[in-house]
């Protein structure tokens, strides 16, 4: 099967600002109870995705293109570029932020303990 992901916009996700474009590549259906949510994210200029928490659940980033801010359990910040993984552990918190004129695209994956 050959199909375009779906496509759903959302604006100030988890008390971020603006907005953050969710490209669902497979539905949670699809997952079969292995997990959430895989899907390509398109954070829009000046927008972020605010701290939320995992619990019983991870979700690595894989920064595909454009550059943020990766704010890690700890409160540690780390500028991010292509190329770069934000590893999540189980039950931790996290946020992501793009503050630059360009969008910042990553894949996600909500997975289960």
């Avoid at 979700?59 to 595909?64: A, D, N, Q, V």
């Avoid at 990766?70 to 999540?88: A, K, N």
């Amino acid at each position: 099967m050959v199909r375009k992901p779906e496509v759903k916009v959302v604006e100030g996700l988890r008390g971020g600002m603006g907005s953050v474009e969710f490209h669902y590549i497979v539905s949670e259906e699809e997952l079969n109870g292995h997990g959430k949510m895989y899907a390509m994210l398109r954070i829009m200029p000046h927008s972020s995705i605010g701290r939320h928490q995992h619990v019983g659940n991870t979700e690595p980033y894989y920064i595909l293109s454009g550059h943020g801010i990766f704010e890690d359990h700890d409160g540690s910040r780390t500028e991010v570029g292509p190329g770069d993984v934000c590893v999540i552990n189980f039950n931790e918190s996290h946020s992501i932020e793009n503050n630059s004129d360009e969008p910042l695209d990553l894949m996600a994956l909500i997975y289960y303990e």
